[in-house]
């Protein structure tokens, strides 16, 4: 496997982020936090001399032993069975219409995407779903079509893309050798609805469409090294109004969505943020189990218009702000992606990498021009 910077990327991207932190509201110290959303509360400061240097740990290491037979994945940070190590992950296409509700077997996804994908229909978005086991997979979806921003996403997770279709504009992105797809091969099932709302992955599909396109099911020369996020140690939890001396209340955040209203609502129980759409908590169609996640990431990004279709590309290869929210707080982050097939990564104020929690993550781009109106409560 390809190392995911060497040295000299590694310098290149700090450098951007530290000059990028200075110039955004989100990494200054003063009011210009707030500037960047909508906030109902103070932020949180700690008073505790531990949060004077934000890169040492403030809570007590503990540790845990993997399960025999098990390894952390690189994916979720937790443990998973040895013998998928080396098995690459897909990116399904899911369609978030809401008339393709309800969703089978996206509470099972590792790691879900929610993008904006067109301009019109009140910026209606779709997911794309991580998916490490996908051999465990009987029925998911439904599936739809996929435009260039998911194709550059899909790339940093070495994943096979899967979809029905999409305009032309994949095209150019799709004849590169790391873009790996499988379009429209998918199972029809009848579920009394339109024909474009039907298509799925059922169990057997994923397995013949590797053997038919000669894909390898394994990481291939284009795959980056390690894990994706950098996570905590397994067994240690990460409290961001502990580690950082400036972070913010967020029991829910409310995304600049119009079509699809989405809100993430942190539940106390689990302690992990539920999706909600359509004025509803989203739940799987057959065991009815949430869209649940341990991290929540918001990456401010602005995105270019392809044509008069609304069809649109994110400019998701450069550097933004963001934030990333984990056990009821947020705090203020940055972002950097230096190619087609580079990992983005995550960092803090001090230009140190963000240290996330293990468990699923949500990740969401948000348009630049709607970025301040994130909501937190």
Same mark, same amino acid.
């Given at each position: 496997m390809l190392l995911r910077t060497n040295g000299k990327k590694m310098a290149a991207i700090m450098a951007? !982020? #530290?000059?990028?932190?200075?110039l955004t509201a989100c990494g200054s110290k003063g009011d210009g936090?707030?500037?960047?959303?909508? #906030?109902?509360?103070?932020p949180i400061?700690?008073?505790d001399a531990a949060t004077e240097s934000t890169s040492e740990e403030t809570t007590e290491e503990v540790s845990y032993e993997i399960p025999e037979g098990m390894y952390l994945s690189e994916i979720t940070g937790?443990?998973?069975?040895?013998? !998928?190590k080396d098995q690459r992950p897909i990116a399904v296409m899911v369609d978030n219409e809401k008339t393709a509700l309800a969703h089978f077997e996206t509470a099972d996804a590792d790691v879900v995407y929610e993008i904006m994908n067109s301009t019109k229909n009140d910026r209606i978005t779709r997911f794309m779903c991580i998916v490490k086991d996908w051999g465990k997979i009987k029925q998911f979806g439904s599936i739809r079509s996929t435009r260039p921003t998911n194709i550059l996403l899909a790339a940093e997770w070495n994943a096979v893309l899967c979809h029905d279709g999409g305009p032309y504009h994949n095209d150019a992105y799709f004849k590169n050798p790391w873009a790996e797809h499988f379009s429209g091969t998918f199972s029809r099932v009848d579920n009394g609805k339109k024909r474009e709302f039907t298509e799925y992955i059922v169990s057997g599909d994923l397995e013949k469409n590797f053997k038919n396109s000669g894909y390898s099911t394994t990481y291939n020369e284009y795959a980056n090294e390690g894990s994706h996020f950098n996570f905590a140690p397994y067994g240690k939890e990460i409290n #961001?109004?502990?580690?950082?001396?400036?972070s913010y209340p967020a029991k829910s955040v409310s995304l600049p969505f119009k079509h699809t209203g989405t809100q993430l609502k942190y539940n106390e129980d689990t302690k992990e943020y539920e999706q909600y759409e359509?004025?509803?908590?989203?739940?799987d169609a057959e065991t009815n189990a949430p869209l649940s996640f341990k991290n929540v990431i918001l990456q401010n990004c602005s995105f270019n218009q392809l044509d008069e279709n609304g069809y649109l590309i994110y400019n998701c290869i450069g550097n933004g702000n963001g934030w990333y929210l984990t056990n009821g707080v947020a705090k203020d982050i940055t972002w950097v992606k230096d190619s087609m097939t580079g990992v983005t990564k995550f960092f803090d104020e001090n230009g140190d990498e963000l240290q996330i929690n293990t468990g699923k993550t949500y990740i969401s781009l948000i348009p630049e021009d709607t970025w301040g109106n994130v909501v937190f409560e």
């Amino acid at each position: 496997m390809l190392l995911r910077t060497n040295g000299k990327k590694m310098a290149a991207i700090m450098a951007c !982020i #530290l000059a990028f932190s200075a110039l955004t509201a989100c990494g200054s110290k003063g009011d210009g936090a707030e500037s960047s959303l909508q #906030l109902s509360a103070e932020p949180i400061t700690s008073n505790d001399a531990a949060t004077e240097s934000t890169s040492e740990e403030t809570t007590e290491e503990v540790s845990y032993e993997i399960p025999e037979g098990m390894y952390l994945s690189e994916i979720t940070g937790e443990p998973i069975s040895e013998e !998928i190590k080396d098995q690459r992950p897909i990116a399904v296409m899911v369609d978030n219409e809401k008339t393709a509700l309800a969703h089978f077997e996206t509470a099972d996804a590792d790691v879900v995407y929610e993008i904006m994908n067109s301009t019109k229909n009140d910026r209606i978005t779709r997911f794309m779903c991580i998916v490490k086991d996908w051999g465990k997979i009987k029925q998911f979806g439904s599936i739809r079509s996929t435009r260039p921003t998911n194709i550059l996403l899909a790339a940093e997770w070495n994943a096979v893309l899967c979809h029905d279709g999409g305009p032309y504009h994949n095209d150019a992105y799709f004849k590169n050798p790391w873009a790996e797809h499988f379009s429209g091969t998918f199972s029809r099932v009848d579920n009394g609805k339109k024909r474009e709302f039907t298509e799925y992955i059922v169990s057997g599909d994923l397995e013949k469409n590797f053997k038919n396109s000669g894909y390898s099911t394994t990481y291939n020369e284009y795959a980056n090294e390690g894990s994706h996020f950098n996570f905590a140690p397994y067994g240690k939890e990460i409290n #961001l109004d502990e580690k950082y001396s400036r972070s913010y209340p967020a029991k829910s955040v409310s995304l600049p969505f119009k079509h699809t209203g989405t809100q993430l609502k942190y539940n106390e129980d689990t302690k992990e943020y539920e999706q909600y759409e359509y004025d509803a908590r989203h739940e799987d169609a057959e065991t009815n189990a949430p869209l649940s996640f341990k991290n929540v990431i918001l990456q401010n990004c602005s995105f270019n218009q392809l044509d008069e279709n609304g069809y649109l590309i994110y400019n998701c290869i450069g550097n933004g702000n963001g934030w990333y929210l984990t056990n009821g707080v947020a705090k203020d982050i940055t972002w950097v992606k230096d190619s087609m097939t580079g990992v983005t990564k995550f960092f803090d104020e001090n230009g140190d990498e963000l240290q996330i929690n293990t468990g699923k993550t949500y990740i969401s781009l948000i348009p630049e021009d709607t970025w301040g109106n994130v909501v937190f409560e």
